[in-house]
């Protein structure tokens, strides 16, 4: 308490710690220089602890001069202490030995006290269990009264009392009982209750047994009066659970026995959508009457309803629930998963109707936490229906994604197999034929796994070499020994089977099957967006409304798809480009075709401009229904400025080779001095030299017709601006010399 009260000398406000750290009583040196050094270094925490140390010593300085007279006389005033201290121990001791005398008597009183409220707790625990014991043998006396009274009355008279009085009588002993009950639990242990429990289990036993038969005979009869006061009577003796069981016993298990057939359900075509009709029928056939008197009716009037009854939640469904169980066991049996979705479909439409013969949200709320509801529920195996699924679709698809890129069925909007699979396969997962609520998330998982499974197979088949078929070859199945070496879409992969893929080349693919891989997977990027459409409803369906992550995912897997464009285009626009040159490097030939041979001054371009055109004519025109327009175009200028580059390159090459051979012969002529060295013709026209340059400036001509006439500008073509430059120089120079 004094280090509390304590107070410091207060120090700089830079300082790097609290003053009143030091005066905590769990204060710590090592945990104070660590806390201290995160926030300054050693140092300076040294130099603050210097610091305040000085502060510390002039303040107890600055105190010991302030007391010092104090200090110093202390001695002198302690002076003769003693013995004033040894006169008043004598006076002291007195008054202590009273006190204790005094304590004595007052602790006697006390427990005197103490001993007479015992007993009298004692004598009124006794009177009470005495009272609860007179209060028991009274009620038991009474009861038994009235049912000695009510025998002679039914003996004495055939018609006996009206059903309205005998309920009377029960709820005058229910009332009775329940007082009795109440009794005899506080007098649990007493050996006269023990003598008495033999007469309490009798008017049990035939308070439950009245109150039974009674009840069957209000069912039968349809007398609401006898119903209402039984069902008042077993409320009021607390036994409600045993009339509900009472009645899922006598009134709803032989109908559910006869109902519910196995051979019936099988033999006919929707015998399990009749047998659910018959059951529903009996809630308002045979429970109007108990739904009535408990208020589960519309209408129903307040002041007559018996509170506390659930018949349809605790009489009704669970002996629905045993009965399906016990008698139509194959009703759960997912083996055959069209089957099994067409009876869960079924049944969870017999679930909903069924909730609706609820009267009111309260009792839907019961039924749902009841555990015959949860059994039923549980007795749906749906992973195991999920997994036959998952293998239906899984196995399909990858037989699809195979090497042998087989074309898609007739009517398919896809070109190829595969991607007409992959589509069928999302549309599969959320048809209203697979599709279950509390799949869901597994389907939408399926969902995702198959738009990647297809993003890895487009990325393998944009890596194979393009084979040399022909068109119609290239439509052919042509089998491969190798399966797709990728991810599967199973859960437990293969192994240890065949050789390793990198032991195998990659199989081939031909230019028409590339040209369909990119048309399909353009067109499944564009269809992508539709699959949140159809998945929207089923989502809502089960309450799930974070649409944007749906979207957001689904846009996912549409960036991974258009991922792969680029390089099916670089792959296409190279393999357009290869055939185009294929022929366009035969202006290599045109050399050998005028020299020393006499031919006539060309006029028109040369046959092989035609030929390396025709790779893209075909584009234009035998993909222009499976190709949108911007991405054939695209393809073309690209194709045609890589072509044209290359061809560019060739011209100049033939160009600078036939001036290389006119300057040699020119001075071969200027050595010899000789006519019979002129390179002109025999005709006395135009040189072979000319005719050369004259025929690549027609055929380069007639090229850039042609690639407009294909719609493409030619000013977009790259090189093709200097090749025209080039030949156009060629051909002044021929014409020049001619002249």
Same mark, same amino acid.
């Given at each position: 308490?004094?280090?509390?009260?304590?107070?410091?000398?207060?120090?700089?406000?830079?300082?790097?710690?609290?003053?009143?750290?030091?005066?905590?009583?769990?204060?710590?040196?090592?945990?104070?220089?660590?806390?201290?050094?995160?926030?300054?270094?050693?140092?300076?925490?040294?130099?603050?602890?210097?610091?305040?140390?000085?502060?510390?010593?002039?303040?107890?300085?600055?105190?010991?001069?302030?007391?010092?007279?104090?200090?110093?006389?202390?001695?002198? /005033?302690?002076?003769?202490?003693?013995?004033?201290?040894?006169?008043?121990?004598?006076?002291?001791?007195?008054?202590?030995?009273?006190?204790?005398?005094?304590?004595?008597?007052?602790?006697?009183?006390?427990?005197?006290?103490?001993?007479?409220?015992?007993?009298?707790?004692?004598?009124?625990?006794?009177?009470?269990?005495?009272?609860?014991?007179?209060?028991?043998?009274?009620?038991?006396?009474?009861?038994?009264?009235?049912?000695?009274?009510?025998?002679?009355?039914?003996?004495?008279?055939?018609?006996?009392?009206?059903?309205?009085?005998?309920?009377?009588?029960? +709820?005058?002993?229910?009332?009775?009982?329940?007082?009795?009950?109440?009794?005899?639990?506080?007098?649990?242990?007493?050996?006269?209750?023990?003598?008495?429990?033999?007469?309490?289990?009798?008017?049990?036993?035939?308070?439950?047994?009245?109150?039974?038969?009674?009840?069957?005979?209000?069912?039968?009869?349809?007398?609401?009066?006898?119903?209402?006061?039984?069902?008042?009577?077993?409320?009021?003796?607390?036994?409600?659970?045993?009339?509900?069981?009472?009645?899922?016993?006598?009134?709803?298990?032989?109908?559910?026995?006869?109902?519910?057939?196995?051979?019936?359900?099988?033999?006919?075509?929707?015998?399990?959508?009749?047998?659910?009709?018959?059951?529903?029928?009996?809630?308002?056939?045979?429970?109007?009457?108990?739904?009535?008197?408990?208020?589960?009716?519309?209408?129903?009037?307040?002041?007559?309803?018996?509170?506390?009854?659930?018949?349809?939640?605790?009489?009704?469904?669970?002996?629905?629930?045993?009965?399906?169980?016990?008698?139509?066991?194959?009703?759960?049996?997912?083996?055959?998963?069209?089957?099994?979705?067409?009876?869960?479909?079924?049944?969870?439409?017999?679930?909903?109707?069924?909730?609706?013969?609820?009267?009111?949200?309260?009792?839907?709320?019961?039924?749902?936490?009841?555990?015959?509801?949860?059994?039923?529920?549980?007795?749906?195996?749906?992973?195991?229906?999920?997994?036959?699924?998952?293998?239906?679709?899984?196995?399909?698809?990858?037989? @699809?994604?195979?090497?042998?890129?087989?074309?898609?069925?007739?009517?398919?909007?896809?070109?190829?197999?595969?991607?007409?699979?992959?589509?069928?396969?999302?549309?599969?997962?959320?048809?209203?034929?697979?599709?279950?609520?509390?799949?869901?998330?597994?389907?939408?998982?399926?969902?995702?796994?198959?738009?990647?499974?297809?993003?890895?197979?487009?990325? +393998?088949?944009?890596?194979?070499?393009?084979?040399?078929?022909?068109?119609?070859?290239?439509?052919?199945?042509?089998?491969?020994?190798?399966? +797709?070496?990728?991810?599967?879409?199973?859960?437990?992969?293969?192994?240890?089977?065949?050789?390793?893929? !990198?032991?195998?080349?990659?199989?081939?693919?031909?230019?028409?099957?590339?040209?369909?891989?990119?048309?399909?997977?353009?067109?499944?990027?564009?269809?992508?967006?539709?699959?949140?459409?159809?998945?929207?409803?089923?989502? !809502?369906?089960?309450?799930?409304? /974070?649409?944007?992550?749906?979207?957001?995912?689904?846009?996912?897997?549409?960036?991974?798809?258009?991922?792969?464009?680029?390089?099916? /285009?670089?792959?296409?626009?190279?393999?357009?480009?290869?055939?185009?040159? @294929?022929?366009?490097?035969?202006?290599?030939?045109?050399?050998?075709?005028?020299?020393?041979?006499?031919?006539?001054?060309?006029?028109?371009?040369?046959?092989?401009?035609?030929?390396?055109?025709?790779?893209?004519?075909?584009?234009?025109?035998?993909?222009?229904?499976?190709?949108?327009?911007?991405?054939?175009?695209?393809?073309?200028?690209?194709?045609?400025?890589?072509?044209?580059?290359?061809?560019?390159?060739?011209?100049?090459?033939?160009?600078?080779?036939?001036?290389?051979?006119?300057?040699?012969?020119?001075?071969?002529?200027?050595?010899?001095?000789?006519?019979?060295?002129?390179?002109?013709?025999?005709?006395?026209?135009?040189?072979?030299?000319?005719?050369?340059?004259?025929?690549?400036?027609?055929?380069?001509?007639?090229?850039?017709?042609?690639?407009?006439?294909?719609?493409?500008?030619?000013?977009?073509?790259?090189?093709?601006?200097?090749?025209?430059?080039?030949?156009?120089? @060629?051909?002044?120079?021929?014409?020049?010399?001619?002249?």
């Amino acid at each position: 308490m004094e280090a509390k009260k304590m107070n410091l000398p207060r120090g700089p406000e830079n300082l790097c710690f609290d003053k009143d750290e030091f005066m905590k009583p769990d204060f710590d040196v090592d945990h104070f220089v660590s806390d201290c050094r995160k926030r300054v270094q050693l140092e300076e925490l040294r130099e603050d602890l210097e610091l305040y140390y000085k502060l510390l010593k002039t303040a107890m300085v600055e105190l010991i001069n302030k007391d010092y007279a104090d200090f110093v006389n202390l001695s002198t /005033n302690l002076v003769g202490m003693d013995k004033a201290l040894n006169q008043l121990s004598v006076p002291l001791g007195q008054l202590r030995e009273e006190v204790m005398s005094l304590k004595s008597c007052v602790s006697e009183g006390i427990q005197a006290v103490d001993d007479r409220m015992t007993k009298q707790e004692d004598i009124r625990r006794k009177k009470m269990c005495v009272l609860r014991l007179i209060h028991v043998i009274q009620s038991v006396e009474k009861i038994e009264k009235i049912l000695h009274s009510q025998g002679t009355k039914e003996l004495s008279s055939l018609e006996g009392n009206s059903p309205l009085l005998t309920g009377q009588v029960l +709820e005058r002993i229910a009332t009775e009982f329940n007082q009795l009950q109440f009794h005899a639990v506080q007098s649990k242990g007493t050996p006269l209750l023990d003598k008495v429990r033999p007469r309490i289990a009798g008017i049990t036993a035939m308070l439950q047994q009245s109150l039974e038969g009674l009840l069957l005979e209000g069912l039968q009869t349809s007398n609401v009066d006898i119903i209402r006061h039984c069902l008042r009577t077993y409320a009021t003796i607390d036994k409600t659970r045993d009339a509900e069981a009472l009645v899922g016993q006598v009134l709803v298990k032989p109908y559910i026995d006869e109902v519910i057939v196995e051979q019936y359900v099988q033999s006919h075509p929707n015998g399990l959508q009749a047998m659910y009709n018959k059951l529903l029928e009996f809630v308002p056939h045979h429970c109007r009457l108990l739904r009535e008197v408990t208020g589960g009716a519309i209408s129903s009037e307040k002041a007559d309803i018996v509170p506390g009854y659930d018949f349809l939640v605790n009489s009704v469904w669970p002996e629905i629930v045993h009965g399906l169980e016990e008698k139509l066991p194959s009703l759960f049996n997912p083996g055959n998963p069209d089957v099994f979705h067409e009876k869960y479909t079924t049944s969870m439409d017999f679930v909903r109707k069924f909730e609706r013969q609820c009267g009111s949200q309260a009792s839907v709320k019961r039924l749902r936490s009841h555990p015959s509801y949860h059994s039923f529920n549980n007795k749906w195996n749906l992973p195991v229906y999920f997994q036959i699924r998952f293998r239906e679709i899984a196995g399909a698809l990858e037989e @699809a994604l195979s090497d042998t890129l087989e074309e898609a069925p007739a009517g398919s909007s896809y070109c190829l197999l595969a991607t007409h699979m992959v589509w069928m396969s999302l549309l599969k997962c959320w048809s209203d034929q697979m599709f279950l609520p509390l799949l869901a998330h597994r389907l939408w998982k399926l969902s995702l796994q198959i738009l990647a499974r297809y993003s890895v197979f487009i990325g +393998e088949v944009s890596v194979r070499p393009i084979s040399c078929e022909n068109t119609k070859e290239s439509k052919k199945i042509v089998p491969v020994g190798r399966k +797709e070496s990728s991810v599967s879409l199973n859960p437990v992969e293969d192994q240890g089977h065949g050789s390793s893929p !990198e032991s195998q080349p990659l199989p081939s693919i031909s230019s028409t099957q590339l040209v369909c891989v990119a048309a399909d997977l353009d067109k499944l990027q564009d269809q992508i967006l539709d699959i949140l459409e159809m998945i929207k409803p089923k989502l !809502e369906m089960i309450g799930f409304k /974070n649409v944007s992550c749906i979207a957001g995912a689904l846009e996912d897997s549409k960036s991974s798809l258009s991922a792969c464009m680029p390089t099916l /285009n670089n792959r296409i626009i190279q393999d357009l480009s290869e055939s185009s040159f @294929a022929y366009l490097k035969s202006a290599l030939e045109v050399p050998r075709l005028y020299r020393r041979t006499n031919k006539e001054v060309p006029t028109k371009a040369s046959p092989y401009v035609d030929s390396a055109l025709k790779p893209f004519y075909r584009l234009q025109n035998e993909y222009k229904d499976i190709l949108k327009q911007p991405m054939i175009h695209q393809w073309l200028e690209s194709a045609l400025s890589e072509s044209t580059q290359k061809y560019y390159e060739t011209v100049s090459d033939v160009l600078s080779s036939v001036k290389k051979m006119e300057e040699s012969l020119k001075r071969l002529k200027q050595a010899r001095r000789t006519a019979a060295s002129n390179p002109v013709g025999t005709n006395g026209g135009m040189s072979d030299d000319n005719k050369i340059r004259l025929q690549l400036a027609l055929d380069v001509e007639y090229f850039g017709e042609q690639i407009r006439k294909m719609g493409v500008e030619t000013s977009s073509i790259k090189s093709f601006s200097a090749l025209t430059e080039l030949v156009l120089t @060629a051909k002044d120079q021929a014409t020049a010399e001619q002249s």
